[in-house]
């Protein structure tokens, strides 16, 4: 092989590099959100079937509802499903009398919008599902929450 074929490879395989590179960072772009494009009040992380994380590194509790803890029975099925009704999505929190509970965790009712635009109200919808039970928590009223 002379000079100019190893040349004219060693272009190639650079090339092929360079777009194997840009199709991974596209693809990356297009299947996870990244902490740069979503806002403060996103869900990135879910804890438990009862607790997660904001964007803004808040972690929520959810008033009045109490999942399974781990090793118990239903909890991956409860984590399974507030991660369906909130992970990478805005939501709407509203607090009540206890702002903190002893762990730092904010304590919230929490609304998430459906992909109709109607607004989902979590702590019931987990409580209506049987994912978990109603736990009022603190000195909270959970009068909003139907049983």
């Not at 074929?5 to 092929?16: A, F, H």
């Not at 607790?51 to 959810?62: C, K, P, S, V, Y």
């Amino acid at each position: 092989m002379n000079l100019k074929n190893s040349i004219i490879i060693i272009i190639c395989l650079i090339l092929l590099a360079g777009l194997i590179t840009l199709a991974l960072f596209l693809l990356g772009k297009t299947t996870t959100p990244t902490l740069n494009n979503i806002r403060n009040n996103t869900a990135i992380k879910i804890i438990d079937g009862d607790t997660f994380e904001l964007a803004n590194q808040d972690t929520i509790r959810l008033l009045c509802v109490d999942t399974p803890e781990q090793g118990e029975e239903g909890y991956d099925e409860a984590i399974n499903f507030l991660s369906s009704l909130i992970l990478y999505q805005e939501v709407r929190l509203e607090s009540s009398l206890d702002d903190k509970d002893s762990y730092g965790r904010l304590l919230r009712f929490v609304y998430v919008q459906d992909e109709t635009g109607e607004e989902i109200f979590v702590n019931q919808e987990i409580i209506s599902q049987e994912y978990g039970e109603l736990f009022p928590y603190g000195n909270n009223s959970c009068s909003e929450i139907e049983r």
